[in-house]
């Protein structure tokens, strides 16, 4: 119910703002493409349908799986070149949708993961991470090195929300 009360604001939300991004979208505009790229990464009906207006809007999808014994990752890239030259990249990760995922919400035992200060992360959720990422580090770290005009913003719903900031880290 919570999910369907999300779309419908969403939905009016993009019906009063403008039809196309421009190069220098505000915050509000990241912040509402983020939210529709979320709920879109679930491929139930309304993440058929928000798929469809992102991609009305210019934008182009690519959808990643990936899975092991560990994690099913479900995420979607969502990229728009603009006129002046610079790539917007929103790396959108699905949530809780099937039974693996409440599996990987369960796994609780804290783990440390390498970044500069040794920090405890949810095992469940570092597992999700890894898996996303496997194949997506290469690509995503070389195009951002090589393309400074680049963007990226990582975003999602529920267990992809708290997966997007281990991954970010």
């Keep these: 119910m919570k999910k369907k009360i999300i779309f419908l604001l969403m939905t009016l939300m993009i019906f009063l703002t403008r039809s196309t991004f421009a190069a220098n979208f505000s915050d509000s505009d990241i912040r509402l493409i983020c939210a529709m790229s979320s709920m879109a990464a679930y491929e139930d009906d309304n993440g058929v349908l928000l798929r469809r207006m992102i ?3 210019g934008w182009l999808i690519e959808s990643i799986k990936d899975k092991n014994d560990k994690a099913n990752a479900k995420a979607l890239i969502i990229t728009k070149k603009f006129d002046d030259g610079s790539l917007t990249k929103i790396l959108a990760i699905a949530g809780t949708s099937e039974i693996k995922d409440a599996e990987v919400d369960l796994r609780l035992k804290p783990v440390t993961k390498q970044v500069e200060n040794q920090i405890l ?4 959720f570092k ?4 898996v996303l990422i496997k194949d997506l580090n290469i690509n995503l770290v070389t195009e951002l090195n090589v393309n400074r005009n680049e963007n990226l913003y990582l975003t999602g719903h529920s267990l992809g929300g708290a997966v997007a900031i ?3 880290a």
């Design 121 to 124: 992360i949810h095992q469940g």
């Design 166 to 168: 281990v991954t970010a």
């Design 127 to 130: 597992d999700y991470s890894e």
């Design 55 to 57: 991609t009305n809007r």
